[in-house]
């Protein structure tokens, strides 16, 4: 290949260009199929427990030599393995979030971020642009009892932790008494499951579609709570809430929506809620110049390739929408990546 490059006027002092992060931005496909690969065939978990030569991971993994060898050199060069003579060892962080041992395990996120249907959604990234939102099908990822949803309620859950630890800790709940939750889009039910953990006498109600409440259900049930564990199989923006609700959990929901949709379902949520109660938002949430930090700000290419009309919205625009809901106040505890807002109904 031709990298052709400038040099600029002699005298000058700039730093001389090449065209390769070009290059690397538009073959950076490439480093996500091997990444995968590599979690596929559990490469950081093998080279960790001593496995770590090509001749050795091939036999362990069922693989050609030739392919483990030209796989593992590259994530070496990408930062992910080091190599001495013909030994490779994990980075800090492979080490630590891509071994299957280390508790901080998170390889089984490559079942929802790297599925095919991920990958569609940004094939056609130009009319993406053009249209402002998803060239998918029917609504793209919030099409109705997507089954997108039930891999991610399997695979996302490695990652999940500390954000719902965070959570209980933000809203007391160790240190509260009997509580009433609404999580809403559970999902895997984690974070609702970590308040009911902390919390004898808190009650969760997730509120999803029912084939991923069956993944939820199963998790409660790992968790030791199966029994103060309820089940509301259906759409947040159709099913009747309920009253008296101490807290209502609403993770990683706002950003599929605009504004309007947003700006309505916090009121269904306020209504649901005790006087004293609180919602609690965790998104990405940009700066307001929308460029930082990395995580947040790159998070809106997400659902504008995935869905018609979501977005990584600022802490001042989700103010601005919870206030206009009818909540009193709206706190931002930093949880990074990503902002946990605590709404208060009064």
């Known amino acids: 290949m031709n990298t052709t490059t400038t040099t600029p006027p002699a005298g000058t002092h700039e730093q001389q260009l090449t065209p390769e992060r070009i290059f690397q931005m538009l073959n950076a496909y490439q480093a996500s199929a091997a990444l995968k690969a590599a979690i596929e065939l559990d490469i950081f978990t093998a080279v960790a427990e001593g496995d770590d030569t090509t001749a050795k991971l091939a036999a362990r993994s069922g693989a050609a030599e030739r392919g483990v060898r030209i796989l593992c050199d590259f994530l070496t060069v990408a930062g992910f393995l080091s190599k001495e003579g013909d030994a490779y ?33 940004f094939q056609n990234l130009t009319e993406c642009v053009r249209r402002g939102g998803t060239a998918l099908e029917e609504q793209g990822s919030v099409t109705p009892e997507n089954p997108i949803w039930d891999d991610f309620a399997r695979s996302m859950t490695g990652m999940m932790g500390p954000s719902a630890e965070a959570i209980s800790r933000v809203v007391g709940a160790a240190e509260a008494g009997p509580l009433k939750v609404l ?31 069956r993944i939820a259900e199963e998790n409660a049930e790992a968790a030791g709570v199966a029994e103060r564990f309820h089940k509301m199989p259906g759409s947040a923006f159709d099913l009747e809430f309920g009253e008296g609700f101490d807290l209502v959990l609403l993770t990683n929901f706002f950003h599929h929506f605009d504004r309007e949709t947003c700006v309505g379902l916090m009121r269904k949520v306020r209504a649901a809620l005790k006087d004293e109660g609180r919602a609690v938002t965790l998104e990405f ?8 930090p990395p995580a947040a700000a790159s998070f809106a290419l997400i659902m504008l390739g995935t869905t018609p009309s979501g977005d990584a919205y600022t802490f001042a625009e989700f103010d601005l929408m919870f206030r206009e809901a009818g909540f009193a106040r709206n706190e931002a505890h930093p949880s990074p990546p990503q902002t946990i807002i605590v709404s208060s109904k009064q």
Request: hydrophobic share 45%; glycine share 10%; proline share 8%.
């Open 89 to 121: 060892r994990p980075a800090p962080d492979a080490a630590l979030f891509l071994d299957r041992r280390s508790p901080a395990y998170i390889g089984g996120v490559v079942g929802f971020l790297n599925r095919p249907f991920m990958y569609e959604a």
């Open 285 to 292: 949430v940009p700066e307001e110049g929308r460029v930082s």
């Open 183 to 213: 999580d809403i889009a559970a999902g895997h039910g984690l974070f609702g499951i970590n308040i009911a953990r902390h919390n004898p006498r808190a009650e969760i109600y997730a509120l999803d579609w029912e084939s991923v409440l």
